[in-house]
C-alpha cells in the first residue's frame, strides 16, 4: 500500500490539520472533527450540516462556506460520524433559524443523525429537520442501506439547500428546496479499480483486467453486475440510460449534468466521458443547463467515475448560480 499518510489510525485527524493550515477561513474542532464556516453561526439563517465518513472528499468538509454548508462531521474513513460529533456541529450553527441536516442514504448515517437531532432539540430547543438523499438508481438495497445510496445529488443538493438558506429562506422552505432537489436528481456509478482502505491495506474487492463494476457504491459496495470493459461511448449509454429509464427528463429548463471522478480517473477521462454524456442527452431531446465535472465525491483512490442529472427548472438554476465560496467550488465571488 503505497499512500501519503504518516499512520492509518491517524490519517483522518492528520488531514483535518491540513484543513486548518490550508483554509484559515473555517473553523477546525479538532477534538470532534467537524469543519464549520469561520463566522458560525450567522444569525437568522438556517444552518447547513452534513457529513459522513472520510474518503469521500471533498465531500463534506470542502463544501464548508458561504453559499454552501455551515457545518461538517468527518467520521472515521468509510463511517458514520457519531452522534456526539453531529450534536456538536448543530450546536455551533444554530443561529436561531432551525438546522437543516443533509443526510446521503445510509444505516448509520440516518440513524446518528436521527439521534443526534433528537439531543440538539432537547438540550437547546432548536428546531432540526433532515433530508436524505437517495439518487442512486444501481440498486435498491445494498451493503450499507435500505433502500437507494444516496450519492452525487448529495453535492448539487448541499449547493442549492446552501444558496436558499443565504437568501434568508426559512428552515421549511430550505428543506423542502432540498427535497425537490432529491426527488428530481437520479445517479449512476461505475468502478475501474477497487479503493484501498488504509486501514485494511489492500484493495476493497478484487477486480480482474478487463473488467468493471456497474452500479458501484461510494464504498465499494457491489453493483448491477460486472461486465467487461468498454469505450466510453459504450460505457456512458450503460450509466445514462438506466437514470433516464427512472425520470422523465424532458421538458423544463433541461438538466445540471455532473460527471464525477470517483479519485483517482483524470480529468481528461471524465471530459471524455462527458462529450458521450452530452451526446446521449442530446439524441433524446434533454438540454443540458448546466455542467459540473471534476472529483467531487469520491471513493478514496477508486478509479471510475458516476453521471448525475438533476432535471432543473428556473428556480433550481438561480440557486445553482448564486455565488458560493468553499474549498471545492467557488463561484460568483
Keep these: 500500500m503505497n499512500k501519503l499518510i504518516n499512520d492509518p ?4 485527524t492528520d488531514a483535518l490539520r491540513g484543513v486548518a493550515a490550508a ?20 444569525r437568522g439563517k438556517v444552518g447547513l450540516v452534513s457529513g459522513g465518513g472520510s474518503g469521500h472528499e471533498p465531500l463534506h468538509a470542502g463544501f464548508v462556506g458561504p453559499g454552501m454548508l455551515d457545518a461538517a462531521c468527518a467520521g472515521e474513513i468509510f463511517t458514520s460520524p457519531v452522534p456526539d460529533q453531529i450534536l456538536a ?10 438546522v437543516l441536516h443533509i443526510v446521503k442514504n445510509y444505516t448509520g448515517d440516518v440513524m446518528n443523525f436521527e439521534m443526534a437531532a433528537e439531543l440538539a432539540e432537547a438540550e437547546t430547543g432548536v428546531s432540526v429537520t433532515a433530508v436524505v438523499t437517495d439518487d442512486d438508481v444501481a440498486v435498491q438495497d445494498s451493503l450499507y442501506t435500505a433502500g437507494r445510496r444516496g450519492v452525487g445529488v448529495t453535492v448539487l443538493l448541499e449547493k442549492i439547500a446552501g444558496a436558499a438558506a443565504d ?6 422552505e430550505v428543506a423542502e428546496v432540498a427535497r425537490k432537489v432529491n426527488a428530481e436528481g437520479r445517479s449512476m456509478g461505475v468502478a475501474l479499480t477497487s479503493c ?3 486501514a485494511a ?3 476493497t474487492f478484487e477486480l480482474p483486467d478487463g473488467q468493471m463494476e456497474l452500479g458501484i457504491g461510494i464504498h465499494g459496495e457491489p453493483g448491477r453486475r460486472r461486465v467487461p470493459t468498454a469505450p466510453a461511448a459504450e460505457i456512458a449509454e450503460m450509466l445514462v440510460s438506466p437514470i433516464l429509464a427512472d425520470l422523465d427528463f424532458t421538458g423544463g429548463s433541461g438538466v445540471i449534468a455532473f460527471v464525477n471522478g470517483m479519485g483517482a480517473t483524470p480529468l481528461l477521462e471524465l471530459y471524455v466521458m462527458y462529450h458521450e454524456i452530452a451526446t446521449i442527452l ?8 448546466r455542467s459540473l465535472v471534476g472529483p467531487y465525491i469520491t471513493s478514496l483512490d477508486m478509479a471510475g467515475c458516476s453521471v448525475t442529472l438533476l432535471k432543473a427548472d428556473d428556480e433550481i438554476l438561480r440557486l445553482w448560480d448564486a ?5 471545492a467550488l467557488r463561484w460568483g465571488v
Design 167 to 172: 437568501q434568508g429562506r426559512p428552515l421549511a
Design 201 to 203: 491495506g489492500k484493495p
Design 323 to 327: 455565488p458560493v465560496r468553499t474549498p
Design 89 to 98: 456541529a448543530t450546536k455551533a450553527v444554530d443561529g436561531g433559524a432551525g
Design 282 to 289: 442530446g439524441k433524446n431531446g434533454i438540454g443540458v443547463a
Design 196 to 198: 484501498t482502505v488504509p
Design 9 to 12: 489510525a491517524t490519517v483522518v
Design 23 to 42: 483554509h484559515p477561513e473555517l473553523r477546525v474542532d479538532h477534538e470532534n472533527h467537524i469543519v464549520c464556516r469561520g463566522d458560525a453561526p450567522v
